[in-house]
């Protein structure tokens, strides 16, 4: 019903400024035109005419619009339209004494072509700042704008940070855990180069590639079933050298938590003083603490590199290296601790069999 009523009214806008243009033409002109009726309605027709095109363009540019605010974050929406409503008033302001200088009737069309120009010029100029950096802008006179959940950490009430995902987190899937579990709060941001390489993955003649990408568009899919609006789709176009460096700076812009199992995105990240959470040491620090003289349950399932040494596993992952414990591969053991290492790659824990065969 909107649409058709929007083609209606620039339709019959066109019309009508077609059939009163006749009379803005110059005397000399309509002197040499015989029937004026005629050119009132050819002009008319042809208003007509270029008001449905206008229209039918109008309509196709609203019906975008709508989709881009429905998922458009609402900081992000209203920075973007005050940068254009600045825009237009220092067009204006500028405008004010060109508009004033007397001209000769034959430039004076320079006026309204100055106005249509200059308007559009500090209109596009302010929206596109407002997208960039609007959100730092509004962050300095109102904090509350990063994030909608707040938190009281040391006896003050502060907004809860939005977070971000990268590929590798999205892929990895322990985040749909963490949000189940209410580990995070606030906004969850997925931004618009994450979700086109999930697409070039998916779309992968590698199936190993292939199946990487469609289960993290799979989670995606889930995410914003349960979650619905609190999952963020961030369009914006940032420049960089791949998505690392478009997140790192989408991270900088919002005041962010990345959230990431890349190991070195999240070294870059803190190097440029962006706060960050690397799954694997969330992990590693959740990891239950084995003390020396603790016994444990181990099923031995392999061989170590030392002779008569056999390998287990915790619960978490934690290798287990037991004295002795070649000869019960395949076996549970109860087992003694004797020390722990940390390496690279992980803890490491060391046993000898409890009970001696």
Known sequence: MVDALIL???MVSGAASGWLGVDLLPERWLLQVTNIEGLRWVLGGF????????????QQLRQKLMRQVRTMPTDLLVSRAVGL??????????LAPILLLPLPWEVDFVKPLAAVLSNVFFGVSG?????????????????????ETLLLADG?????RPKILDTSVIIDGRIQALLAMGL???QVIVAQCVIDELQQLADSGNAEKRGRGRRGLKLLAGLRETYGRRLVVNSTRYEGDGVDDRLLRLSEDTDGLLLTSDWNLSKVAEVRNLRTLHLGELTQA????????????IKIVREGKEADQGVGYLEDGTMVVVEDGRRSIGERRSVTVTGALQTPAGRMVFARPTDSR
């Open 127 to 147: 929206y596109n700042l407002a997208e960039v950096h609007g959100r730092t802008l509004l962050r300095l006179f109102n904090p509350g704008t990063a994030g």
């Open 286 to 297: 959740l990891r239950a603490e084995v003390q020396p003289g603790d016994q444990l349950q």
């Open 47 to 58: 208003g007509a005419f270029f008001g449905l095109v206008a229209g039918f363009l109008f």
């Open 8 to 10: 209606i009214l620039f």
């Open 184 to 186: 995070l709060e606030g």
């Open 85 to 94: 409503i600045l825009g237009l008033l220092v067009a204006n302001l500028l």
């Open 156 to 160: 003050v009430v502060q907004p809860a």
